[in-house]
């Protein structure tokens, strides 16, 4: 292309993680691409960019990209490299033939326009090969690495630790003292005082215990932060359903199940015991409805958005009514929360 051509471009670059991204190597593909632009007398009209895998081809900074180029907006796409475009060689054919069918071009810093002859279309299809191929290889020797560690008895410290347990320096799991109190209570609440999951609930907010998201929202980035966040159902039974806490961890990898043997915060004879009395509740649950509500557990109420459970008027009857209830209008506490019932209409 000449070089007194001025031509609308658009910049898109990718890094696949975080650390990435916080690492300067976003700002130096924009650089490179901007300079290249410049070189080449490109008017540049948007930068794009995305923090996610290469094999992927629905994301947000490429999507808008590719309408861009659709809507003929632009008339050039920089990428510093194939690589930072995809890593698919399925998606590499598919973007070409999309940017060809809209008349754009597609130019890499590293190593000038794109070529749309039969070598060019060649070459471009090999790099994009050896692009998929060197992803899959890195997959590979992730995986290899990490089931090492855990063969060794180390956790993977890029995972959140179960509630109960921190990292050590090293990379093993190691009792939280504070937390495994928490988690011995529930166990003993559950299964000596047979307290629900709402009754346990109950008793934790009284005790103004902090939620696992709580206690380790400090260790989350800025834009994934969460604060304030109660305890729900599904926690409390995530914990007295967990294997960790009798010293088993295990963990999936590349479809293999590997048990880490991690120190128990509860017995094993407590755990099993438990496991027992909740096989026990859940067969004879209320929530074993004689009824089939085809909605249950997908309805939300219109008023406050809470989840809502099927019911029926007058079970028995002949011309028995079935319906969906708000929870946060009709339930014990666990559900309301701080913004009081519901005030929807209702029977």
């Known amino acids: 292309m000449a070089k007194n051509y001025i031509g609308r471009a658009i910049i898109y670059v990718r890094v696949s993680t975080d650390d990435q991204a916080d690492n300067y190597s976003i700002d130096s593909q924009i650089a490179a691409c ?4 410049e070189e080449n007398s490109f008017s540049v009209i948007a930068v794009l960019q995305d923090v996610m895998s290469g094999a992927k081809l629905d994301r947000p900074g490429l999507t808008q990209a590719r309408e861009l180029i659709r809507q ?32 754009a071009v597609v130019h890499f810093v590293t190593k000038g326009q794109s070529q749309d002859t039969p070598e060019g279309n060649l070459f471009e299809s090999i790099e ?31 995972h959140a630790p179960p509630f109960g347990y921190r990292y050590t320096d090293i990379g093993v799991l190691t009792v939280d003292d504070e937390e495994a109190d928490v988690v011995r209570n529930i166990y003993d609440w559950y ?36 604060g304030n966040s109660q305890w729900c159902a599904t926690t409390v039974l995530h914990i007295l359903r967990n294997e960790v806490y009798k ?49 249950r557990g997908r309805v939300r109420c219109g008023k406050c958005g809470a989840a809502c459970t099927g019911t029926v008027i007058n079970g028995s009857k002949a011309w028995a009514r079935r319906y969906y209830l708000c929870l946060r209008k009709y339930h014990s506490t666990m559900y309301i929360g701080e913004n009081g019932r519901c005030d929807i209409p209702g029977f």
Not at 34 to 37: S, W
Not at 139 to 155: F, H, N, T, V, Y
Not at 271 to 287: F, H, I, L, N, T
């Open 72 to 103: 003929k907006h632009t008339d050039v796409l920089i990428v510093y490299c194939s690589d930072r475009l995809t890593r698919s060689l399925a998606h590499s054919l598919l973007l070409r033939d999309e940017f060809k069918a809209a008349g």
């Open 34 to 37: 901007r300079k290249y632009a």
């Open 128 to 158: 994009s090969a050896f692009a998929e191929y060197e992803r899959l290889k890195i997959a590979e020797r992730m995986a290899r690495g990490r089931k090492a560690a855990l063969e060794k008895g180390k956790a993977l410290c890029g």
């Open 247 to 295: 010293g088993l961890y295990l963990f999936k990898l590349a479809g293999e199940t590997i048990v880490v043997s991690v120190p128990p915060i509860v017995d094993s004879i407590v755990w099993e015991a438990v496991a027992q009395k909740r096989d026990g509740r859940r067969k004879y649950s209320k929530r074993n409805a004689n009824h089939l509500y085809l909605l």
């Open 191 to 226: 299964l000596r005082e047979e307290l629900g999951a709402p009754r346990i609930i109950e008793r934790l907010a009284a005790l103004q215990i902090p939620s696992p998201a709580d206690r380790r929202a400090y260790n989350l980035k800025p834009k994934s932060k969460r």
